[in-house]
Nanobody, 115 residues
Framework: QVQLVESGGGLVQAGGSLRLSCAAS????????MGWYRQTPGKQRELVAN???????NYADSVKGRFTISRDSAKNTLFLQMNSLKPEDTAVYYC?????????WGQGTQVTVSS
């Protein structure tokens, strides 16, 4: 059973930084950690950043230049470095990964940016 566990969320003032982590476990098969998404109440989940191929990343326009996605394949962990945070970045952040053709999601971590 694949498990993705996000951590690193919290409350931060505008202009501050947070680093989210997503750790994959529970499977003897490789989990290809792919990206970060976020969701606010009443809205659809939206892409924040993801890997579209080895070494190639994609970012939502709203976070370009402020957020950086990375991963440590040896530790099966995905990261999202978030700098210059804005109140509009407030959301629940989710990571996802693919294993044996199936997409898995974490439970989410809350990020709240105060003005």
């Amino acid at each position: 059973q694949v498990q993705l566990v996000e951590s690193g969320g919290g409350l931060v003032q505008a202009g501050g930084s947070l680093r989210l982590s997503c750790a994959a476990s529970g499977s003897i098969f490789r989990v290809n950690l792919m990206g970060w998404y976020r969701q606010t109440p009443g809205k659809q989940r939206e892409l924040v950043a993801n890997f579209i191929s080895v070494g190639s990343t994609n970012y939502a326009d709203s976070v370009k230049g402020r957020f950086t996605i990375s991963r440590d394949s040896a530790k099966n962990t995905l990261f999202l470095q978030m700098n210059s945070l804005k109140p509009e970045d407030t959301a629940v952040y989710y990571c996802n990964g693919v294993s044996l053709g199936r997409v898995h999601w974490g439970q989410g971590t809350q990020v709240t940016v105060s003005s």
